[in-house]
C-alpha cells in the first residue's frame, strides 16, 4: 500500500510494506459527518504497524489482471551472448570460423575460440558489460593458450554489448582488440537499416 500526494510525487507519503492485509469497513458516525465514505485498514502481518486510511472520494478506479507472475527471466545473459556470437561468428569480421564454444583450459573455459580469415587462433571472451576484470580473465586466458603449440598464436577479443574506456583502454595495451555487439540485432529485433541513427 503506497499513499502518495495530490502532486503526484515518486516518493509515497506513506506506505506499508508486504506482508499485509487489507480490511475495508463503514466509518464510525463521528467520520461519516466529516465525509468519510470508507475506511481501509492495512495491518502488518509481522509487526502491530498499521495505516488506517479515510476514503472520501473515489476519483478513478481501475484494476488490471497481469495473469500468473512467471518470475524474474533475464534476457541478454552471456550465454545468450555466446550462443548468438557462435551462430554469426562473422560478425567479428568476414572469414571467422568457429572452433568451440566453451573451450575448457586449466583456470576456466574461454567463452569461444574461432579462427580468422588467416587462420589464426582467436581467443573471444563475452561480457554483458565489459570492464578490466574482463581484459585481465582474457589476458590470462591468451598466457596459458599461447604455451600451446597447436593453437598459437592466439589473440584475443574482448566483446560486450557495453565496454567502460578504462576496459578498451587496458585491452589496446596488451594487444586485446574490443568489439561492441548490438544484442537487439543479433537476435532480429533490430533493423538498423530503418534508423536515423
Known sequence: MLVHSDGG????????????????SSPEDVDLELGVTEQWTVQSAKTDDRLIINIHEYLHE?????????GLIKDGVEADLQRLLADQ?????????????????AIGPVDILARDATGATVAIELK???????VE??????????????LAPV????????????????AND???????????????????ESRLF
Not at 510525487?9 to 475495508?24: G, I
Not at 481501475?62 to 512467471?70: A, F, T
Not at 561468428?89 to 571467422?96: A, P, Y
Not at 580473465?137 to 597447436?150: A, S, V
Open 9 to 24: 510525487s515518486y516518493k509515497p507519503l506513506n506506505w506499508m510494506s508486504p506482508p499485509a492485509t487489507l480490511r475495508v
Open 137 to 150: 580473465q582474457l589476458t590470462r586466458y591468451l598466457e596459458l593458450l599461447n604455451r600451446d603449440p597447436l
Open 155 to 170: 589473440r584475443g577479443i574482448f566483446a560486450a554489448q557495453q565496454i567502460k574506456p578504462q576496459a578498451k583502454v587496458l
Open 174 to 192: 596488451r594487444g586485446i582488440d574490443c568489439v561492441t555487439l548490438d544484442y537487439d540485432a543479433m537476435r532480429g529485433m533490430d533493423d538498423s
Open 128 to 134: 554483458r558489460r565489459g570492464d578490466i576484470d574482463g
Open 62 to 70: 481501475s484494476s488490471h489482471d497481469l495473469g500468473v507472475d512467471p
Open 89 to 105: 561468428i562473422e560478425t567479428l569480421g568476414s572469414g571467422f570460423s568457429l572452433i568451440r564454444r566453451e573451450y575448457f583450459t
